[in-house]
């Protein structure tokens, strides 16, 4: 369908022409691809990689066939990730005159109901999740909008807007939605200097975790000395739950490139990295395939858009590795070396990649960049809070009933976010603690529901923003298993240059377990146990003060803030050597119910440690001391007579 | 073997220590792991010692130095899939097959990995065994699932 019209004629009339009136035929490509009527049914498949865990290859085929099978004419997208991750596989119809209709949780087995219900021109009110508001077409009755649902209601949405709406891997689709817009007004009518300050002014700080004034980082790298400068965009997200920048580049690609390609001009380079991790399977295809696009269209390559500029992006695969936050490892990496910080300074904005000045920005830091010079900058700043102006994607996870990816303008509540855009807590459960700021991040207990997410607020409670992660944990969590798992995972990250943080984190690991475990000697008495926590505070804050880079000044956070609200757990593992959560295997205590056991002997038979005695048709016994929580009676037990206290 | 690598070599034509990575991914890419030949050819190619390619290689979580099982079992052991449950899931599959993550099971049949993140959070707690998921999952499942795939290899 492309044949009709190139996209070098597209970006001809888009981007360079500025006369509103355009020639007929543009104007109904334009008017096709925004698709607010149709002319043709059209059914849009949500194919992002949560996506497709949950199924969405399997119904993609299935309405494949099915159109086949009934010889229905029908164009089918495969669109990104809209963010309701909770509600996938995802399929939106839209028939002509109507709005477009979303179906949640589509099945292969639904795919023939609700596509019967299409062709009728009706809908399927069983797995109705909304209707798209469109300003020009009467609306469904009986169909919430989709933006009035409390998951959207309560969010700002901006750099996600077209995430799970446009196709992804079309050029033309995102022209026609204004894409590439900002970029040519930027190449084409602005200085270098004047899009800096213009950046500036919008208060955009770095979404990757630190954040450092965006346009002041472009600043200090373009007045450096030195003809080559390089720009790196940091798309590794690598901490565990966190999955921000992947659903981004899955569900609009171009929004990043066109942000690289502004900040390149801005910086005054030509050669761009985008460091994505090689896992990211389908955000690197689709990248790759609107870099291609791309280039087709003549917006990356040599003189660009006739402006003079040249550019060039380069994808490179990360081969896994927690330290990328620290962007002199993630240099490094570039470099084809181990991934380990150099010191700092000189900044990578003065000496960085190849000792060539160098500027690292998050993937969303640069997403936000096109649709700030598109608005401008006073509506930017009426976003959020004054001090940090726009919105933060969130991976939301954990315990609640509905997680994906939200965009939240800065300084909304913690509270808001759970209970409004979550859905609050799942199975009716209560909330325990949230850790915001992925593993080196920290915990955040019921006092601080109200808090508000921006940078600031965060800082006033000793957490971080980090990059988006955000997991939400209940009553069945344990907060000292968590604070292990973090270490078992932060002590494995660690690249071993700095000694606090690799034998450091190594011994506050070592503690940790201690603590979640059963004493296998009687040397190991509590108060030596207690001594641990006491030793932890103490290692904690040595590797937090002596090591050079961000991982380790911030690996001791999670341990560190999860004893400071949740002091009186870790105290319950070391002296009743119990865990509430029943969450640590070793601290679990069964006990059989004389009522209800039957005395079968299949426990006592099964129980590896003998820890069970009794006789036959007679209530068993559990010996405490020689149990090791390991679950197999309760596993067995026919007559639900084993229980956890 | 030696003759695919240098193949790789030849058709990537890398321009310096900065391609590295790259190449170590293809020769993964091709054998599935980084074979042991794979670390002298590159010593040559790049002018660094075969012990400098090694710690490098070891460095990333990506790059493997045995070859995977029939059916790689990755378990998701995210922060979301580790509030679900995932440690359980992994000490089952431990104990059925006998293995630990990074190893595979004698006859070859399996092999475990405990991945980061998978990236699936609203489905915790994942499983991918070769491309099929399984999503919201418990340690009796994947029991069921592993005895599954021992009969359909049996018969």
Known sequence: ?645 | MEDKIKNILTEYRPSGREDLISVLQLIQGTFDYIPEEAINVLSQEFSLPPSKIYSIATFYNQFRFTSKGKYHIKVCNGTACHIYGSEEILREIEKQLAIKPGQKTNDGMFSLEAAPCIGACSLSPVVRINSAYYKNTTAGEIKEVLQLYRNNEEQ
């Open chain 1, 1 to 645: 369908m492309n044949n009709e019209l190139a996209s070098y004629n597209m970006v001809e009339h888009l981007l360079l022409s500025n006369s509103i009136e355009l020639p007929g035929e543009v104007e109904r490509k334009v008017k096709r691809l925004r698709r607010e009527t149709v002319d043709l049914p059209v059914i849009y498949v949500g194919s992002g990689t949560c996506g497709q865990v949950a199924g969405a290859k399997e119904t993609f085929a299935q309405i494949q066939k099915y159109l086949e099978e009934n010889n229905q004419d029908a164009e089918l997208v495969e669109v990104g990730c809209i963010g309701m991750c909770w509600a996938e596989p995802l399929v939106d119809i839209q028939l002509p005159g109507r709005p477009r209709i979303s179906y949640q949780k589509v099945t292969p087995q639904k795919v023939t109901e609700i596509l019967d219900a299409t062709f009728n021109i009706t809908y399927e009110p069983k797995y109705i999740l909304g209707q798209f508001k469109n300003p020009i077409i009467e609306p469904w009755e009986k169909i919430p909008y989709i933006e009035d649902l409390p998951f959207y209601k309560n969010q700002k949405r901006i750099v996600l807007e077209d995430c799970g709406i446009l196709n992804p891997v079309s050029i033309d689709e995102y022209m026609a939605h204004g894409g590439y817009k900002a970029m040519a007004n930027t190449i084409l009518y602005t200085t270098p200097a004047g899009i800096r300050e213009e950046i500036i002014k919008s208060g955009l700080r770095g979404r990757g975790g630190g954040g450092f004034l965006t346009g002041e980082k472009w600043h200090v790298a373009a007045d450096a000395e030195g003809e080559q400068k390089y720009l790196v965009c940091n798309a590794d997200e690598s901490d565990p739950g966190a999955f921000m920048d992947r659903a981004l580049i899955e569900g609009n690609p171009h929004l990043l490139i066109e942000g690289i390609i502004i900040a390149a001009y801005a910086i005054g380079t030509s050669k761009c990295y985008v460091y994505i991790r090689s896992s990211y399977e389908l955000a690197i295809k689709r990248l790759r395939e609107a870099i291609n696009e791309c280039k087709e269209a003549g917006l990356l390559g040599h003189n660009i858009l006739d402006s003079g500029f040249n550019i060039q992006i380069k994808l490179k695969n990360g081969a896994g590795a927690f330290v990328w936050g620290e962007e002199t490892a993630l240099i490094n990496s570039l470099e084809g070396k181990r991934g380990i910080p150099r010191p700092k300074p000189p900044y990578p904005a003065q000496q960085g990649l190849f000792n060539k000045p160098t500027v690292v920005n998050n993937a969303e830091t640069l997403a936000n960049v096109p649709k700030i010079l598109k608005k401008g900058v006073d509506w930017y700043t009426q976003i959020g809070t004054e001090k940090s102006p726009g919105t933060k994607i969130f991976a939301l996870a954990g315990k609640i009933n509905q997680p994906g990816l939200i965009e939240v303008p800065m300084g909304t509540s913690f509270r808001r976010i759970i209970d409004n855009i979550a859905g609050g807590m799942k199975n009716g459960g209560s909330f325990k603690a949230a850790q915001i700021g992925g593993p080196s991040g920290s915990c955040i207990a019921k006092e601080n529901l109200d808090t508000k997410v921006d940078y600031e607020s965060l800082a006033g409670i000793d957490a971080i923003m980090g990059s988006g992660g955000l997991v939400v944990a209940d009553d069945n969590t344990c907060m000292v298993d968590l604070a292990r798992f973090f270490m078992d995972f932060l002590q494995k990250s660690s690249c071993g240059k700095c000694i606090p943080c690799r034998e450091g984190t190594r011994r506050m690991l070592e503690i940790l377990e201690s603590i979640t475990r059963r004493p296998q000697d009687n040397n190991h008495s509590s108060l030596d146990r207690f001594k641990g926590i006491m030793q932890l505070e103490e290692l904690g804050k040595v590797i937090e003060d002596t090591s050079l880079c961000g991982l380790g000044q911030t690996a001791p956070k999670p341990v560190l803030s999860a004893l400071h609200h949740f002091r009186e757990e870790f105290e319950e593992h070391i002296f009743d050597r119990k865990c509430r959560a029943n969450v640590c295997r070793d601290l679990r205590s069964y006990y059989i119910d004389v009522e209800a056991c039957t005395g079968c002997t299949i426990c006592m038979e099964k129980c590896p440690e003998g820890a069970i005695i009794g006789t036959a048709h007679h209530p068993h016994f559990i010996v405490e001391d020689k149990c090791t929580g390991c679950g197999i009676c309760y596993d067995v037990c026919k007559f639900d007579a084993v229980f956890l206290k």
